[in-house]
């Protein structure tokens, strides 16, 4: 029961590139959005959020875009750099309930010096 | 800057046998949630806990596993028989839940990777 898919398992861009990382869901219920990103042996870390009433929420060189009609969210990161190599996760959550998140499997980012 | 701890990091143990995972989520926050990621799949929910009770709990939390806030700043998570298929990373996570977070975002530990052979 896929209800946040991450169709790319990975990425590979050059320093100074767009990377751009999407993600699907299939429950209308899904109310807000978040991605997070994982190095190894870590836990994931929050990296920018964007509720389901807005489309576009930006953060440094981090925006998140969210097409609602089409159940679709993209990552831009924007000058990418080395440091950002990271595997990153969408997750969704439907407020007013347990505020559980629901993960996608992820995508393995690499960007190249 | 606050973060969530959790121990041990490595966990090994034989299938039946008893373990708890532990968690010390950050000082302020309300909310406390277990998650699980089975090598090269999904992190996926467990459990959450919020005003000294479980809030909502997913297919796999079955009667084997357990949570606690045995005081106040531990959290942990009790598996009572252990199996095979229960060979994962645990990670805990908390959050100053949705009113006081309008981000909603979750601030996870490190993990425990727990082998059970």
């Known amino acids: 029961d896929q209800q946040v898919k991450q169709n790319s398992p990975s990425l590979s861009v050059q320093e100074g590139r767009i990377s751009i990382l999407n993600c699907d869901y299939t429950?209308?219920?899904?109310?807000?959005f978040l991605w997070y990103k994982k190095y190894p042996a870590e836990g994931p870390t929050f990296l920018i959020s964007i509720s389901s009433i807005k489309d576009k929420n930006e953060d440094g060189r981090f925006t998140v875009f969210l097409n609602k009609s089409a159940k679709h969210l993209s990552l831009h990161i924007v000058p990418s750099q080395p440091g950002d190599s990271a595997v990153y996760f969408c997750?969704?959550?439907?407020?007013?309930?347990?505020?559980?998140?629901?993960f996608g499997k992820g995508t393995k980012l690499t960007v190249n010096p | 800057e606050p973060e969530v701890t959790q121990t041990p990091s490595h966990q090994v143990t034989q299938m039946g046998q008893e373990v708890i995972l532990r968690c010390v989520p950050i000082s302020n926050h309300l909310y406390f949630y277990w998650y699980r990621q089975i090598l090269g799949q999904k992190v996926e929910f467990l459990v959450s806990?919020?005003?000294?009770?479980?809030?909502?709990k997913s297919e796999i939390f079955d009667d084997q596993f357990s949570v606690e806030r045995p005081d106040g700043s531990n959290f942990t998570l009790k598996i009572r028989s252990t199996k095979l298929e229960d060979s994962a990373m645990y990670f805990c996570?908390?959050?100053?839940?949705?009113?006081?977070?309008?981000?909603?975002?979750?601030?996870f530990g490190p993990g425990t990777r727990l082998t059970v052979t």
């Open positions: 997750a969704a959550i439907t407020q007013g309930g347990s505020e559980k998140l629901v």
């Open positions: 996570a908390s959050s100053e839940g949705p009113r006081r977070s309008p981000k909603h975002e979750q601030y």
């Open positions: 806990f919020y005003n000294n009770e479980i809030s909502e």
């Open positions: 429950n209308s219920m899904f109310d807000y």
